[in-house]
């Protein structure tokens, strides 16, 4: 062997051995991937996940979870708290349900009147806007103070919808009202039946 050969032969060993290295340390160099497919199977793998796969870091979801789950807890104890202290106001406000039912009665015909008196409103504010229609519908077109009827009827078809509007919030909350006694004659009785116990 000559010299030669042996330059060579160590020029082409190095050579791939540069080669080895370099691709071990690619393969070192790449990135781990973690990731869940649509059925929910989580996957390891160098190269990067399909399209369809989210990633996932294990400990981000992981508190992520567990701030969801302190967040139910303190909603759930919170809303427990509540009910008790409603429990106690209803359970201190009333002796019997006969009492709940004098006092929803008595609250529901003030509201009653209220409808009573916006049905009045809504009853005036209709027969003024029909008097301008009528009013309009004799004058002649060309008469001065059709314009200024004209302003007065659409004030007072503004006046009739607001009426209208008023008359049934009054009605939407007698309903509520309705609704919530409801409520607190039936949780009475639930409290009532747990004394007994």
Do not use: C, K
Request: hydrophobic share 35%.
């Amino acid at each position: 062997m000559t010299a030669t050969d042996t330059s060579t032969t160590y020029v082409a060993t190095s050579a791939l051995m540069l080669l080895a290295l370099l691709w071990v340390s690619a393969v070192d160099a790449g990135e781990l991937h973690r990731w869940v497919d649509e059925s929910g199977e989580v996957h390891y793998t160098d190269a990067p996940p399909p399209e369809s796969a989210r990633s996932v870091d294990p400990d981000r979801a992981q508190e992520e979870e567990d701030a969801a789950a302190r967040e139910r807890d303190e909603a759930a104890a919170a809303e427990s708290a509540e009910q008790a202290r409603r429990d106690r106001v209803l359970w201190e406000s009333y002796s019997s349900v006969a009492d709940i039912e004098r006092t929803r009665d008595r609250r529901l015909e003030a509201v009653d009147g209220e409808i009573g008196l916006a049905e009045h409103r809504v009853g005036r504010a209709r027969e003024r806007t029909e008097r301008y229609e009528r009013l309009l519908a004799d004058l002649p077109e060309d008469n001065e103070n059709r314009d200024a009827m004209q302003r007065q009827r659409a004030a007072a078809r503004e006046r009739l919808e607001r009426r209208r509007d008023e008359l049934e919030r009054i009605q939407a909350r007698r309903v509520r009202m309705e609704a919530r006694f409801a409520r607190e004659i039936e949780r009475f009785r639930e409290l009532a039946a747990d004394r007994e116990e």
